[in-house]
Structure formats: structure tokens, C-alpha cells
């Protein structure tokens, strides 16, 4: 029986499709990352009877990065990273093993389907997959087609099936393009991000961002931001004059005319016109008129207006929404979320799409309504191309998704009900009246039709006062005239919505990335998110931005990134070729970098009047090996140390805190050695800063801290502080924290495992012997009398912290808990200080489910 391997973008999405494919029946395991699942079934394929097995990824199986020095800043020129630097494509996520897991599902295989998302991404997953799994299967014979594509906009019984029926061949030119990309935003971003990046962080010490980062989609994002700034700060108040009149048309009620001159800008002028009008006693009416109008309802929802509204309406960032509409999608209750398309195709089910909102609670009426009257014929849009527009799937309550999932969910139902009802129709009433020789008007709206308002009561026509009844010729009191002072107003900063909108008027990113370059000038601190989700930009910002314009203004500009885009679609559809056109860009950004390099005082004279230098930052800490003066701690982003004399600075660890460590200094260098942690609960080690920066031996990497220093007569090394292999991690340690008493713990030098025990023990010290049964190093302990947990009124004892009965109830794992029993084989040789070599322990530990009792931790080991 030959063998069919499917594939899809999420676990969630496999389970859905497998669940429809089989009609439930079949059966499911874990695959050997633990993180995909493999569900597999008989069923028939091409006339033929085959075993089916589906299966995920989890996203994109590769990335693009450089290879080798090229990806050390320190080693290589950033103009290199334009032509000469080699890039390759390595694993997404290599803890998920990705490529072996796809290899191993896929061996001996006969065909694949690839039920990837059915975009430009989507496609280019497809040939990473196809990578991975080529290679493995059986060899087609002659010409059989053995690799198919699945084509589907939601996950519905429906549409699966369908796109099983007419499984079509993976586009090659629309995976291009994301190669083209992915290789252009690499290339230009790197180099530009880590000249300026190292550039500035080296001059000032308060610029708080951990990356000055700078990309082609990224920076035009931003300078609308701060062209709107600009105009805020350079907008220069202008005062007007108004006249305002009021007639009474009985004793009760009274009407406010607007003036048809609107505003003047002379008040003498306005003072004249008071002058006239204010002898008048009386207004005489002009002509009415009724106009009957409709506000039409919406077009069909895409991305780029569900992320306006989640924004604007719902308070939602553009990043979050999206992730809850995709997880909104997996699950089956709304379509495919990443469309540029308004227009529901001609075959579109739109009654069967309401009918399944027939009962909800909160508009089964309306929808029962619409379907009894006839639906009305969505407005014509826009057809991409690509996908349907975003419609509900299936019926849910809010007690179903709860939170946010459940208001965009609304919000996505409500769209969908409103494009298929009927238009709001009112009527436009409007009475012109003569006050000597100026013109007033007073209107208003009476409803006649609600239509889609009905199921969108926000865009309902407002209830207005009644206008009074009267004709041409008609008289009515003038109870007053006045004039009004007022003044012109700045505009507001940008909201996320009005920034979305500009995006995609000007070509900047696509309705995929939109949230993701939104996301990143948040996040590296160039703007901030006030409240109605405005964007003001920060101090980096705003130079960043100015400086650009100095230097070379296209580079901040979206003119060139949309042409850029353009260029990328033509990819797509196979009009340009992939090699001339990265080329091409490639090329004109190559000159653009050497310019910027060469032209960087004018926007480091920018820098200065906004930040402050390294040597004017931060405060006295630890003292310098070189030339014993204290150098500063500089707290903001990215945190380091700075010796002023010396003219040199040190990178420290980051998202923690930083004291000096008992004035101890490392016997390599001198440096005072300081303190890392990253709170009283969890991890903490000791450093040399020059050490830190400058590995002292082979087996180091920059960015190790003494507990992975391989000193072997240290006191603060690894050599003599570790005691025994991570239980969680295949390449930790578990190191003991000497400051951490009287709450001892120790700590793993790789990953988030920590381990508590012996608290309230006078010392804690780690032995030069080790444990017979598993290698680790001994603890030597020494309890105060009065607090000693030790059996038989002992203050003291030595033993191994994962074998000894007697320490057993005295340790306990944070961070990480087992999911099932684990053992080791047999003893292996001690390979160096505290570290206990021999095959991992079998099975993952989960890092959520903290306060696990170690009792039984030699299971780990033993």
C-alpha cells in the first residue's frame, strides 16, 4: 500500500484537516520533536487505495542568515553584507528539529500534498518542506506527479474537500519572491542596523534602545510618524471668527443657524458682518429642500480594515489582532484572515454563510429577516486575486472565545451580516434663511431605513432636533447673533488605523508584515502607544528620521521600498527575474550605505543635542583592570560598563540587574568582578567584564559569565562551582550561587532550570568528590544547630544532591517539572568539574509548572 504524506502550517490546522479528511476516523501520536502530531488513516488518492499520514510544521521549517564571521559584527565590514557576505538557509527553530522530523514522516513516502496557507508565505514553506522531504521519498516512476498542492480559504467540511478534489502544483515564482525579501531586508537591514548601532551606542550612553535598527519597510513606517510630529510641532495657531445666529420657533424651542461664509480670518471684518446681521430682527427663510440619501453599507472585510477597526474600534494593536484572527482561523470559525480582497466571488455561498448565524442570540432577528426579505447583492470591490474575503465560518457565543477572541469575532460577523443588507436610507433636510444681507442654513437627518445600521448601530444616523415646519417666504424671530473667537487646531498623532492606511496607499509591506513593522517601531523604542492608539515618537525616533533626511531622504521616503515591492510582485507572477532584480536593488542600496557612512556627522550632529555622552552617563561601579579608575554603569538599553579614561566599553548581560560582587577581582585581568541576577527567585552569576567581551580561553564564547568559565583554580568558575548535568538541558550545568544564602540555590549556566535546597543552611559548599552513581560533584552542608533539618540533631553532611536520602526533601526544581520518568544508562567518566557526562536523560521537562518536590530528582540522573 503506497503512502501519502500531507502537510500543514500549524498542529492545529493538520488535526482540523485530518479530522475532516477521515471523518474522525483515525489515530494520532506525537512525532519525535513533541511538538507536531501525526495523524494517519486509509482513504483513497488517485483511484488507489493509501495509508495517509498528516502532519505540521510550525511555521517556516527555514531562515535566511549568513554564514560563518558573517554573522560577528566585530569581524566583518558591514559593506560586505551587500555582496560578499554568503548567506544560507538554516533551521527556524533548531530546538523543534524541523528537517529530521519531516525526514523521518517522510521516508519511503510516495506522495506529498502540501496543505501550507495559501499565500506568497504559504508557498514558500511549501518548497522548504519539499527541501526536507524530497530526498527521503520514493523515487517516482517516469513522469507520475508525486508532489500536490492543496488550495482553501477555511476549514470547513466544504472547502477541504473541495480542495482535496482539485489539488493543483506549488508556485515556484510566488516563493521566489519571499526568497527576494527575505534576502533584501537581510542584507540591507544588517548593514545598516549594525553600522549605526555600533556607531552611536559607542558615543551615547542614554539612547535606550538595545538596537538601532534600521529596515526598508521598517524606517518608512516610522517617518510617517514623524512627519505627523513635525507637523504638530511646526503648526502655528490661526484664530477665526464665526457667527452664530438663533431663532425661536415657538416659546420652548430654539434653532442654532450656521453662518454659509463658514469662518473669516479678519476681525474686523467679522465685526462688520455682526454689525448688519445684529439690526436685523427677524430671519427670513429662503427655501427648503428634502433630499432623500443612503449611506452605503461596507464592502466586503480584508486584513487591512479588520486591522483599522481592531485598532480604532476594539483597542487592539495590528500584531495582537492578527494573532487572535489566525488562531480565530485554526479553529474554524472565521476564514482565511490574510486577504487583500473586497469582492466575494460569484460561486460564494453568502445565504449558507448567514444561515449558520440564524440562531445566534444576539442577531438571529435580523439575520432570520434578511433571509425571509431576500439578501441584498454585496457592493462590488476589489478582487486580488488571492483569497475570499474574511467571513464567519460557523456559528460561537461569547462564552465559547471569551475576551478579545470573541470581539473581533463579532465584530467579523457583524461586517459579514451588514455587506449583504440593505443600505441606510434618510432624509437630508435643509432650510436657508436671509439675516439682512448674510445667508444661514440650519439641516438635519430623519431616518426612513436603518438597513445594515441595524447589526452596526455605530455608524446609525445620530438623532438631531427637529427642524421647524415652514416654507419660502416664512418669518421667524432672531433671538440672537453673535460672533465667536476660536482657533485653529494641530493635527493629532497618528493612530495605529490612519498608520495602516498610509502603509498601504504607499506600498510599505504587504497586509501579512503591516502588524510586524508596526510592531517593531514599538518595540525598539522609536515610538510610543498613547492613548486611542496613537504613535508619538520618541526622542530616537524623531533624530533617527531627521537624520535620514540629511543624509539621504529616500531612505526614510516610501517612494523606493514601494518600487521595491512592485518589483517583488512581478517576481511572483513571473515577469522579473529573481537574480536581477536583488541585484539591481542591491546595488543602488550598496551606494546609498557607502554615502550614509561617509555623510554620518550630519546625523550624529543630531544625536548630540538629544543625547548625552558615554562619559557624562550612567554612575561609578566597578573598578577598570587597566587602569584601576571605577568605570560607569550605564542602566539604559543595551546596559554596559564604560571606562572613560581607558575610552573603552563593556557589554553586560541584559534584562536584569547589575552590582558590584564584594569588591572580588578576576585573577586573568584585574577587573572587580560584578553581580548579574535576574531577581531573588531566579538566576544569578557573577562576571568579568573583560572577560565577558574578550573569552580567555578556547572553549569560551563571548557573553559567558564565571559560571561558564573554565579557570581551573577560580573560586568563582565553573570548574569549582558545578556540580552535575542540567536536568532539562542537553548542554548545562547546574552551577552552585554562592551569594545566594540563606536561600540557596543552583542555577543552570544555559537555561531557565533552577534549583533550590538547603535553605536556612549556614554554608553551602561544593566538594572535590564526586558521586559514584552519577558523577555530579558532592555538597558539602553545615546547618546552624537550632534550624538543622538533618536527622538526628547533625548540623553537618556531605552527599550528592540527586542520590543522598538525606537531601532528597531538601531540594526543589523551579522552572521546570518532569512530563514523564527519565533514566540514564549506566555511569560514564567525570569530564570535568561538576559536569556529569553520559547519555541525556530521555523525555522534555515543562518550564511552566514550577514548585515541583525534588523526592525522587536522582530519577534524573540514575
Known amino acids: ?116 496557507d495559501c499565500d506568497k508565505e504559504g508557498e ?194 495590528p500584531q495582537h489582532a492578527m494573532q487572535i484572527a489566525e488562531r480565530l482561523y485554526t479553529q474554524g470559525y472565521i476564514s482565511y484572515p490574510r486577504t487583500e480582497t473586497t469582492h466575494y466571488p460569484e460561486n460564494f455561498d453568502l445565504k449558507g454563510s448567514l444561515k449558520q448565524q440564524a440562531n445566534h442570540p444576539y442577531w438571529a432577528q435580523t439575520v432570520k429577516q434578511l433571509l425571509a426579505d431576500g439578501i441584498n447583492r454585496p457592493r462590488k470591490g476589489h478582487d486580488a486575486g488571492d483569497h475570499p474575503p474574511i467571513t464567519p465560518m460557523r456559528s460561537a457565543t461569547e462564552a465559547e472565545l471569551g475576551g478579545d477572541a470573541w470581539r473581533l469575532y463579532e465584530y467579523i460577523t457583524r461586517h459579514f451580516i451588514a455587506t449583504v443588507s440593505y443600505d441606510c436610507k434618510y432624509l437630508q433636510n435643509t432650510i436657508s434663511f436671509q439675516i439682512g444681507p448674510e445667508r444661514f442654513t440650519c439641516s438635519g437627518k430623519t431616518l426612513i431605513s436603518p438597513g445594515f445600521t441595524e447589526i452596526m448601530p455605530w455608524q446609525s444616523i445620530p438623532p438631531e432636533e427637529s427642524l421647524p415646519t415652514c416654507q419660502k417666504g416664512d418669518t421667524f424671530a432672531l433671538s440672537e447673533v453673535k460672533m465667536l473667537e476660536k482657533q485653529t487646531s494641530p493635527p493629532d498623532y497618528l493612530t495605529e488605523a490612519e498608520l495602516i492606511t498610509l502603509m498601504e496607499r504607499h506600498g510599505i509591506g504587504t497586509d501579512a508584515s503591516i502588524p510586524v513593522h508596526i510592531n517593531n517601531i514599538c518595540q525598539r523604542n522609536y515610538v510610543t502607544v498613547e492613548s486611542g492608539r496613537r504613535l508619538r515618537p520618541t526622542n530616537l525616533g524623531i533624530v533617527l528620521v531627521h537624520g535620514y533626511y540629511k543624509i539621504d531622504a529616500e531612505l526614510v521616503l516610501p517612494t523606493i521600498r514601494s518600487a521595491v515591492e512592485k518589483q517583488l510582485s512581478l517576481i511572483a507572477l513571473g ?33 548630540e543635542v538629544s543625547f548625552s555622552p558615554l562619559a557624562a552617563t550612567g554612575k561609578p561601579l566597578s573598578r577598570c583592570g587597566k587602569c584601576h579608575r571605577f568605570m560607569k554603569y550605564i542602566q539604559a538599553k543595551p546596559s554596559r560598563l564604560h571606562c572613560s579614561h581607558c575610552d573603552e566599553t563593556y557589554t553586560l548581560p541584559q534584562n536584569g540587574t547589575i552590582k558590584l560582587y564584594k569588591e572580588l577581582r578576576c585573577p586573568l585581568d584585574d577587573f572587580e568582578l560584578v553581580l548579574w541576577s535576574s531577581g531573588s527567585r531566579g538566576k544569578s552569576y557573577p562576571l568579568c567584564p573583560y572577560c565577558y567581551n574578550h573569552p580567555p580561553f578556547r572553549d569560551m564564547k563571548k557573553g559567558m559569565g564565571c559560571n561558564e568559565c573554565t579557570h581551573p583554580s577560580c573560586q568563582h568558575s565553573l570548574s569549582l562551582l558545578g556540580i552535575g548535568q542540567c536536568v532539562e538541558c542537553e548542554s548545562g550545568v547546574l552551577v552552585l550561587d554562592p551569594t545566594s544564602g540563606p ?9 531557565s532550570v533552577v534549583v533550590h535546597f538547603f535553605e536556612n543552611a549556614h554554608r553551602v559548599r561544593v566538594s572535590a568528590d564526586t558521586c559514584e552513581a552519577c558523577e555530579a560533584a558532592l555538597v558539602d552542608v553545615d546547618f546552624n544547630k537550632a534550624k538543622s533539618p538533618l536527622p538526628g540533631d547533625e548540623t553537618q553532611h556531605t552527599g550528592c544532591v540527586f542520590c543522598d536520602p538525606v537531601f532528597q526533601e531538601l531540594v526543589e526544581l523551579k522552572h521546570a517539572a518532569p512530563c514523564h520518568p527519565m533514566h540514564r544508562s549506566g555511569p560514564g567518566k567525570r569530564q570535568g568539574r561538576g559536569r556529569a557526562r553520559g547519555r541525556r536523560p530521555a523525555g522534555r521537562l515543562n518550564p511552566r509548572r514550577p514548585k515541583d518536590k525534588m523526592a525522587a530528582l536522582a530519577a534524573y540522573f540514575v
Open 575 to 607: 515577469k522579473a527575474d529573481y537574480h536581477q532584480v536583488l541585484e539591481h536593488t542591491l546595488n543602488i542600496f550598496k551606494r546609498k550605505f557607502h554615502y550614509f557612512v561617509d555623510s554620518i556627522a550630519g546625523m550624529d550632529e543630531l544625536m
Open 124 to 317: 514558500n514553506i511549501c518548497f522548504e518542506v519539499l527541501d526536507a522531504v524530497l530526498p527521503v521519498m520514493n523515487k517516482p516512476r517516469g513522469t507520475e506527479k508525486t508532489v500536490f498542492r492543496a488550495r482553501f480559504s477555511s476549514i470547513t467540511d466544504t472547502d477541504i474537500c473541495n480542495a482535496m478534489g482539485r489539488l493543483g502544483e506549488p508556485d515556484h515564482n510566488e516563493a521566489l519572491s519571499v526568497d527576494a525579501r527575505q534576502e533584501l531586508d537581510l542584507r540591507i537591514g544588517c548593514a545598516f542596523t549594525r553600522f549605526q548601532t555600533k556607531y552611536f551606542q559607542g558615543k551615547y550612553g542614554n539612547l535606550d534602545s538595545s538596537l538601532i535598527s534600521f529596515g526598508p519597510c521598517q524606517t518608512p513606517t516610522l517617518g510617517f510618524c514623524v512627519e505627523r510630529h513635525d507637523k504638530i510641532q511646526s503648526f502655528k495657531p490661526e484664530l477665526y471668527w464665526v457667527l452664530q445666529a438663533k431663532i425661536n420657533p415657538d416659546k420652548e424651542s430654539s434653532v442654532l443657524l450656521d453662518w454659509d461664509r463658514v469662518r473669516v480670518f479678519d476681525r474686523e471684518i467679522a465685526q462688520m458682518f455682526l454689525n448688519i446681521t445684529r439690526t436685523e430682527k427677524e430671519a427670513k427663510v429662503e427655501g427648503t429642500s428634502r433630499k432623500e440619501k443612503a449611506k452605503q453599507r461596507p464592502l466586503a472585510l480584508n486584513t487591512v480594515e479588520m486591522l483599522r477597526v481592531a485598532s480604532s474600534s476594539l483597542g487592539m494593536g
Open 1 to 116: 500500500m503506497k503512502t501519502v504524506l500531507m502537510v500543514a502550517e500549524k498542529p492545529s490546522l493538520a488535526q482540523a484537516i485530518a479530522k475532516i479528511l477521515s471523518r474522525g476516523n483515525m489515530s494520532s501520536r506525537k512525532g519525535l520533536n513533541g511538538a507536531c502530531s501525526v495523524h494517519e488513516y486509509t482513504g483513497s488518492f488517485s483511484g488507489q487505495t493509501v495509508r495517509f499520514k498528516m502532519t505540521s510544521v510550525c511555521g517556516h521549517v527555514m531562515t535566511l542568515d549568513f554564514t560563518g564571521k558573517y554573522n560577528h559584527w566585530d569581524r566583518v565590514d558591514p559593506a560586505e553584507l551587500f555582496s560578499k557576505a554568503p548567506t544560507e538557509k538554516k533551521e527556524a527553530n533548531p530546538k523543534l528539529s524541523m528537517v529530521k522530523f519531516l525526514q523521518v514522516e517522510g521516508r519511503s513516502c510516495d506522495y506529498i500534498v502540501l496543505w501550507l
Open 743 to 751: 536561600k540557596w540555590k543552583m542555577a543552570c549556566n544555559k537555561c
